[in-house]
């Protein structure tokens, strides 16, 4: 006769942290796909963990995890798997997530790269280290700088493709502010998220507030406020070192 045996195999003990549903491309400031992570022992079976908080860690490079100075983000385990639902990153770039659990001191593997892609066109702005001013000298170049497209959360904006202009203002004896003309190139479009300006000046001194405007509307104008010197002006004066110049 044949004699059946029930037997129950019980997991070994948790060994492993695994990503069970990692992460995915996201839209920066949505909220991600939710993650699951899960405990496993040497041959891989499910472990159920019930103490203890996972800390989730976000980085966006390839080195010492120790170092990152990043965002994370913590889960208790006393009600079942670890899910982390409300997972939202708003700066745009490649990422990959860590995992580690506080009360056995144990570390996922990183999980695979995603990438946070910059949300919706928002407003405009200098890009960093391309900004114009504070104070330019009548007649010669602004020098190189850029008007960037920016979303909500100065992510640059790299698929649109636009057209800025650029127009300068200065105020009047009433202290209205007049339409002043620019001499260069004062319209360029939108590459990779960047207007590149080269060859811009004023011929006029005194303050100038240099406008850059989207070709789309819904775009408030970028203002920026330089001071034009005459050619022969020394810069010192200008920052109050000694006696000030007049215009």
């Known amino acids: 006769s044949v004699t059946n ?7 070994s003990p948790a060994s492993q942290l695994v990503f069970v549903v990692g992460p995915t491309p ?3 400031g949505e909220t991600m796909p939710s993650l699951t992570l899960g405990f496993r022992d040497a041959y891989g079976n499910a472990v159920d963990i019930h ?3 996972l800390q989730l860690t976000v980085a966006d ?10 965002r994370r983000f913590d889960v208790g385990l006393d009600s079942g798997p670890a899910i982390f ?4 990153l708003t700066k745009a770039g490649r990422y990959r997530l860590l995992a580690h659990w506080d009360e056995g001191d144990m570390f996922s593997p990183p999980s695979d790269w995603f990438v946070v892609s910059p949300g919706t066109r928002d407003h405009l702005g200098f890009g960093e280290n391309l900004a114009p001013g504070p104070i330019e000298v009548a007649g010669q170049s602004f020098g190189r700088f850029a008007v960037v497209l920016l979303d909500r959360f100065d992510n640059v904006v790299t698929t649109d493709s636009s057209v800025i202009a650029l127009s300068g203002r200065m105020q009047g004896p009433d202290q209205h502010w007049l339409e002043v003309p620019l001499d260069g190139d004062l319209s360029n479009p939108v590459e990779a998220g960047y207007a590149f300006f080269d060859d811009v000046a004023a011929r006029r001194t005194g303050l100038l507030q240099l406008v850059a405007t989207s070709s789309h509307q819904e775009l408030l104008p970028l203002q920026q406020e330089l001071t034009i010197v005459p050619a022969d002006a020394n810069r010192l004066n200008i920052l109050g070192l000694t006696s000030p110049w007049r215009a």
């Open 5 to 11: 045996i029930s037997v129950t195999v019980l997991a």
């Open 26 to 28: 996201v839209v920066a």
């Open 51 to 53: 103490s203890g908080v």
């Open 61 to 70: 490079f390839e080195g010492d995890w120790s170092d990152a100075v990043a």
């Open 85 to 88: 639902s409300e997972v939202v």
